[in-house]
């Protein structure tokens, strides 16, 4: 079975994400904070991650640091990165570090169901 | 709405943390018996940091582990006093949290005192992940265990940070072999060749091998071939709550709970269970 990390601090977007993609054969952990993130990335080889840039407040860019230390620790994941607000330079700056998928929120869980599956179809990087 | 609450303070609510106790089983003498518990945090059911390993990790990135280090040993004293009988204890403690909290010695020791557990039935389990505390600090701390007659093992000897300069500065009364040099030693001579190494060094200093993650007795059988007697993992018993293990074979024999001669040879006690074999950690014994 796939395992997946799911990465927001929003409640609900966490339960739907979560819900979403256990039901459709995930092994699915879910953090709220970076540090527990990383701590589940030491402890766990994950298939897939998704998270929100956002993590603390509005403009804060957590989800780059997950995304660094995920390259650096689990490189073979695919690494989908989602926000409400995103810049021009924080999406350049998720290419530069590896970012498998830059995705603006609201998005239909299907959807990101769909670029997931496409991105762990194709080759590993 | 972002969150205003994190992690760490629901981790640091009283009970958040549980501990459950694993016994480590004394084959020594016809045994096997009960040599030591040694208590395994949790964190809160259903949250990521139920996981030990997480649990720590993120305790370690939030610079809190000296912290939830003293919660534990809390609340492993409480799990152990509601034991009946004088086995003894055995927790874990990062070597960063001996030289950072001011008077640990003389916390560990009040706390035990609360729970009225004799501190010379404790031991220290010292876990090391990076070299940050002060050497000198880190000594004296040693030194003032002692002095008030706990024990001190070396946790997973060979991993990480845990090495031989570490070994040299505890001097440990115990070392603890980790489960992936255990796991399948009875099958592989470069698992055998390290086992052989650590029981050669116990027996050079007078210090005694304890063997985790043991799960077949055909590794059971190399251990002891080995010399290595005591011996904690599945094969004989899981980590379990402090109420679930008073209804086991170990405490609930008519002879329990004394323990096997061991650290100050005390006298024998009960077998692990009640037909004398090893438990498998499927089978429930109650």
Redesign the interface.
């Given at each position: 079975m796939k395992r997946l990390l799911l990465i927001d601090d929003e409640e609900t977007i966490l339960f739907a994400l979560d819900r979403y993609f256990s039901r459709n054969g995930f092994t699915v952990d879910c953090a709220r904070e970076l540090e527990e993130a990383e701590a589940l990335a030491v402890c766990t080889s994950y298939d897939l991650v998704i998270a929100d840039l956002s993590l603390t407040e509005n403009g804060s860019t957590e989800g780059l640091e997950i995304l660094r230390y995920i390259r650096r620790t689990c490189p073979a994941a695919r690494f989908i990165l989602l926000t409400a607000h995103a810049t021009a330079l924080v999406e350049h700056e998720a290419m530069r570090r590896g970012v498998d998928a830059f995705l603006h929120k609201p998005r239909p869980l299907a959807e990101i169901a769909r670029i997931a599956a496409t991105l762990m179809e194709g080759p590993r990087p | 709405?972002?969150?205003t609450r994190?992690?760490l303070d629901d981790l640091t609510n009283p009970g958040a943390i549980r501990m459950e106790l694993q016994p480590i089983v004394d084959l020594s003498d016809g045994g096997p018996r009960l040599y030591m518990l040694e208590a395994l945090a949790r964190g809160p059911r259903g949250t990521?940091?139920e996981?030990p390993?997480?649990?720590f990790?993120?305790a370690?990135?939030?610079g809190v582990e000296a912290q939830i280090d003293m919660i534990c040993i809390a609340e492993a004293l409480a799990s152990f006093a509601s034991l009946p009988g004088r086995s003894r204890l055995s927790v874990n403690v990062h070597s960063s949290t001996l030289a950072s909290v001011e008077g640990f010695t003389r916390k560990v020791v009040d706390c035990a005192t609360a729970y009225d557990v004799d501190p010379h039935r404790v031991m220290l389990e010292i876990v090391e992940h990076h070299n940050r505390w002060s050497a000198a600090t880190f000594q004296h701390a040693l030194a003032e265990i002692r002095e008030a007659g706990m024990r001190i093992a070396l946790d997973d000897l060979g991993m990480g940070a845990s090495n031989y300069h570490l070994f040299v500065d505890c001097r440990p009364d115990h070392i603890k072999i980790d489960r992936s040099i255990v796991a399948g030693c009875s099958a592989d001579p470069w698992r055998r060749a390290v086992l052989a190494s650590v029981a050669g060094l116990a027996t050079a200093v007078g210090s005694t091998a304890i063997a985790e993650g043991l799960e077949t007795f055909a590794d059971l059988k190399t251990l002891q071939d080995l010399g290595i007697d005591k011996v904690q993992g599945w094969l004989f018993a899981r980590a379990m709550p402090a109420s679930e293990l008073a209804q086991s074979p170990f405490f609930r024999t008519p002879s329990s709970p004394d323990i096997a001669p061991g650290i100050e040879g005390e006298r024998s006690g009960n077998a692990v269970n009640q037909h004398g074999r090893p438990v498998r950690s499927q089978e429930k014994t109650h």
């Amino acid at each position: 079975m796939k395992r997946l990390l799911l990465i927001d601090d929003e409640e609900t977007i966490l339960f739907a994400l979560d819900r979403y993609f256990s039901r459709n054969g995930f092994t699915v952990d879910c953090a709220r904070e970076l540090e527990e993130a990383e701590a589940l990335a030491v402890c766990t080889s994950y298939d897939l991650v998704i998270a929100d840039l956002s993590l603390t407040e509005n403009g804060s860019t957590e989800g780059l640091e997950i995304l660094r230390y995920i390259r650096r620790t689990c490189p073979a994941a695919r690494f989908i990165l989602l926000t409400a607000h995103a810049t021009a330079l924080v999406e350049h700056e998720a290419m530069r570090r590896g970012v498998d998928a830059f995705l603006h929120k609201p998005r239909p869980l299907a959807e990101i169901a769909r670029i997931a599956a496409t991105l762990m179809e194709g080759p590993r990087p | 709405m972002k969150r205003t609450r994190t992690l760490l303070d629901d981790l640091t609510n009283p009970g958040a943390i549980r501990m459950e106790l694993q016994p480590i089983v004394d084959l020594s003498d016809g045994g096997p018996r009960l040599y030591m518990l040694e208590a395994l945090a949790r964190g809160p059911r259903g949250t990521t940091m139920e996981r030990p390993d997480v649990l720590f990790e993120y305790a370690r990135r939030k610079g809190v582990e000296a912290q939830i280090d003293m919660i534990c040993i809390a609340e492993a004293l409480a799990s152990f006093a509601s034991l009946p009988g004088r086995s003894r204890l055995s927790v874990n403690v990062h070597s960063s949290t001996l030289a950072s909290v001011e008077g640990f010695t003389r916390k560990v020791v009040d706390c035990a005192t609360a729970y009225d557990v004799d501190p010379h039935r404790v031991m220290l389990e010292i876990v090391e992940h990076h070299n940050r505390w002060s050497a000198a600090t880190f000594q004296h701390a040693l030194a003032e265990i002692r002095e008030a007659g706990m024990r001190i093992a070396l946790d997973d000897l060979g991993m990480g940070a845990s090495n031989y300069h570490l070994f040299v500065d505890c001097r440990p009364d115990h070392i603890k072999i980790d489960r992936s040099i255990v796991a399948g030693c009875s099958a592989d001579p470069w698992r055998r060749a390290v086992l052989a190494s650590v029981a050669g060094l116990a027996t050079a200093v007078g210090s005694t091998a304890i063997a985790e993650g043991l799960e077949t007795f055909a590794d059971l059988k190399t251990l002891q071939d080995l010399g290595i007697d005591k011996v904690q993992g599945w094969l004989f018993a899981r980590a379990m709550p402090a109420s679930e293990l008073a209804q086991s074979p170990f405490f609930r024999t008519p002879s329990s709970p004394d323990i096997a001669p061991g650290i100050e040879g005390e006298r024998s006690g009960n077998a692990v269970n009640q037909h004398g074999r090893p438990v498998r950690s499927q089978e429930k014994t109650h």
